[in-house]
C-alpha cells in the first residue's frame, strides 16, 4: 500500500517475483540471433494479472524508438484500445531511459518497478543519464517509480556472453562508433 506521507508503495515479494518472472522472459533473448538486455511487463496493478509484455525491438525494427518499454505500452494500450493505462504497473528489467519513462507517464501508469540502472546499461552501451524518478518528479502526471530490484539478477542479462558478443556489434556500443 501506498504511503500516506510519500505516496511511495513498498517493494514486495511480488514486485520480486513479477521482475523474476521478466528476467527469464528476456533471457530467452540471449539464445537468439538478436538477443536484447531489455524487458518490459505491465501487469493489472490490483489483480496482478499479466496484460503484455515485450523486449526491445530497436536493432531488429531499425526503429530508435522501439525500446522494450515503449514498446510494451504501445501492445497494451492498443490491446486495451486505450491511450490511458491507469491501473497498471509496468516492471522493466533496466531502469526506463527518460525516453521511456515519458511513454509512461502520458500513458498514465501507476507505477514502474526496474532492476538494473541506467548507470548498469552504461557500462554495456550508450545511455541519458536522467534517471525515471527524475523525470517522473518534474511531470505533472503521478507514476510512482521504485527500484532497483533484484539489480544483480539483471544485471546478468548485460553480461552474459552472447549479449557481450552482441554489444560488440552495435553501432551504439560505449565504443563511439556510430
Known amino acids: 500500500m501506498a504511503s500516506p506521507a510519500t505516496g511511495r508503495i513498498a517493494v514486495s515479494s511480488v514486485d520480486e517475483e513479477r521482475i523474476r518472472e521478466l528476467h527469464r522472459f528476456t533471457a530467452r533473448t540471449l539464445q537468439t540471433s538478436r538477443p536484447v538486455p531489455f524487458g518490459a511487463l505491465i501487469v493489472n496493478s490490483k489483480t496482478g494479472e499479466r496484460l503484455m509484455r515485450a523486449t526491445n525491438a530497436v536493432m531488429r525494427e531499425s526503429d530508435p524508438s522501439s525500446h522494450a518499454e515503449v514498446r510494451t505500452v504501445r501492445l497494451a494500450c492498443k490491446k486495451l484500445q486505450s491511450p490511458r493505462l491507469t491501473g497498471y504497473t509496468m516492471y522493466s528489467t533496466c531502469e526506463p531511459c527518460p525516453m521511456c519513462m515519458a511513454n509512461a507517464l502520458w500513458a498514465r501508469l501507476d507505477r514502474v518497478v526496474f532492476g538494473a540502472t541506467i548507470a548498469d546499461a552504461s557500462r554495456h552501451c550508450l545511455q541519458i543519464y536522467v534517471p525515471a524518478k527524475e523525470v517522473a518528479r518534474r511531470s ?17 542479462l548485460f553480461t552474459h556472453p552472447n549479449m557481450q558478443k552482441a554489444f560488440r556489434s552495435w553501432s551504439t556500443h560505449k565504443s563511439g562508433k556510430w
Not at 505533472?140 to 546478468?156: A, I, K, Q
Open 140 to 156: 505533472d502526471m503521478d507514476c510512482v517509480v521504485d527500484g532497483p530490484v533484484l539489480r544483480e539478477l539483471c544485471n546478468t
